[in-house]
């Protein structure tokens, strides 16, 4: 299972602003310097997470960015459902292109198919907050205060 490089900022988006003491906001350029990411792609990045009511955006001169939840109720499962657009693990799981002869009574799609939800189950225990218990060493690798 490979997520994309998206779904993977966005958690550490996610993160980074979990971290936050309550009410302070974080900043796309900090985020960007943090972890070596294009402001620009955070951006996007930023915009979809605030329209999953994820993140809310604070304009103007002293704006940025924070969670629109508390971190313990961001489901990880939630989130990697969301950003991901497909779960096609093989061409068998994509009914449009599916041109191989023994799909019908293939049992390694079903295997698999059983596998991608056991993954997905255990996201779905986890919340940001689950993610976040170690701050002291997070802060410390992301050289933040």
Do not use: W
């Not at 002869?101 to 056991?118: D, F, R, Y």
């Not at 907050?129 to 690798?141: P, S, V």
């Amino acid at each position: 299972m490979n997520l994309k490089k998206y779904t993977d900022y966005a958690l550490r988006v996610l993160i980074f602003t979990g971290m936050k003491h309550e009410g302070e906001l974080a900043s796309i350029k900090e985020i960007s310097e943090t972890f070596s990411i294009s402001q620009h792609h955070l951006g996007k990045i930023v915009f979809e997470l605030n329209k999953l009511d994820l993140l809310e955006t604070v304009r103007g001169r002293n704006g940025g960015i924070r969670l629109a939840k508390r971190p313990e109720e961001i489901n990880v499962g939630m989130v990697v459902r969301q950003l991901e657009n497909d779960f096609v693990l093989l061409e068998c799981f994509d009914h449009k292109n599916n041109y191989c002869v023994i799909s019908p009574a293939c049992k390694l799609k079903h295997a698999l198919n059983e596998a991608l939800q056991a993954f997905l189950h255990v996201l779905d225990q986890y919340t940001i907050n689950d993610l976040i218990t170690n701050e002291d060493d997070l802060r410390q690798l992301m050289g933040i205060d």
